[in-house]
């Protein structure tokens, strides 16, 4: 994520509006970087970024023109998979989680325990989800197909009623 002091060059966001709400969409030079929900827990970062003057609104930037079309197609039904290219800074262990939540078929959920033995660190379920909890690129890295290991929805970053209906908008045109 973004730390003081930090000025990435150019980083271009756009907002657009989505049935769960305004999103922010977040493109280096590299690729997506960030979607957050306009209610979520990476809003600080974006207000910090904005304060120092390391984001430029550009609605008209090629990539985040691509994402938002392909979030519309992904909301209407008519997409499963995003195939954006993306620029996802975190650790290697997240990284390495992140990953693995975009080889989750579109309507299917595993849990979080599942997760962590998929990245070969059985034990490692509590940190796979706070790696999930760090996942800038909510929705095209689907971070809100992995539940509790009793079938329960647990933290999501745009909200439990954001993830229900994530999930049941993708079990209704599976």
């Not at 392909?70 to 390495?96: N, V, W």
């Not at 993830?163 to 049941?168: G, H, I, S, T, V």
Request: net charge positive; proline share 4%; charged share 20%.
């Amino acid at each position: 994520m973004y730390s003081a002091g930090m000025t990435p060059s150019p980083l271009h966001y756009t907002h657009v509006s989505s049935p769960v709400g305004k999103l922010m969409l977040v493109a280096s030079g590299k690729g997506l970087c960030g979607l957050w929900f306009e209610n979520g827990e990476s809003q600080k970062y974006a207000a910090k970024m904005l304060e120092d003057g390391a984001l430029v609104e550009d609605a008209n930037h090629k990539l985040l023109t691509q994402a938002a079309n392909q979030l519309a197609e992904y909301f209407a039904g008519k997409r499963k998979t995003f195939d954006i290219k993306l620029d996802m800074q975190g650790t290697i262990f997240q990284q390495k989680a992140w990953r693995e939540l975009q080889k989750i078929p579109y309507g299917q959920t595993i849990s979080y325990a599942e997760q962590a033995a998929r990245i070969d660190n059985p034990k490692k379920a509590r940190a796979v989800g706070v790696a999930n909890g760090r996942n800038p690129l909510a929705i095209v890295v689907p971070c809100h197909r992995v539940i509790g290991s009793d079938g329960s929805l647990t933290g999501f970053a745009g909200g439990m009623n954001t993830k229900q209906y994530l999930l049941e908008h993708e079990l209704k045109y599976a």
